[in-house]
């Protein structure tokens, strides 16, 4: 499973995968558990889950990290937040709160509408949170 059409992962998948991704090295499962204020056990089947879709490898005794396909769902993860967040600015939102409102939808959005986006707002490499990056499918017209 990669990203295709943006809805493949949970709200709650695409915050853990982002918070994998900010992190260096293998991350253990108590970790993610304490930054989410969630069960252990609960985010051990998320993460079995993750790894099934090949997303996440596992390191015994060190944890989960991102595989290249998990590397790149993260890397549309972030252009999602950002193009949306970006968006929201034009309409007079304050960065802080671009950001925060994004993050309630943007796993509501799909991947075709953010390239669309990316294509109106011509291709933006600023975000309000970090640069955007671009690939071949926002790029191709
Ligand atoms: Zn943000
Ligand atoms: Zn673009």
Not at 112 to 139: E, F, N, W, Y
Request: proline share 4%.
């Amino acid at each position: 499973m990669g990203i295709d059409t943006g809805f493949e992962l949970s709200p709650r998948k695409v915050d853990y995968i982002k918070f994998i991704n900010g992190k260096s090295g293998p991350v253990k499962t108590n970790t993610i558990a304490a930054g989410f204020g969630v069960d252990p056990s609960t985010i051990t089947k998320t993460m079995a889950e993750l790894a099934g879709d090949g997303l996440l490898v596992y390191t015994p005794y060190r944890g989960v990290s991102l595989s290249e396909k998990g590397k790149n769902t993260a890397q549309f993860l972030i252009k999602r937040h950002r193009i949306l967040a970006l968006a929201l600015t034009h309409f007079g939102l304050s960065h802080e709160q671009a950001c925060r409102e994004a993050s309630r939808f943007e796993s509501y959005v799909s991947k075709d509408a953010i390239d669309q986006m990316c294509r109106a707002m011509g291709h933006p490499k600023k975000g309000v949170c970090g640069d955007i990056t671009h690939d071949d499918s926002c790029l191709e017209v």
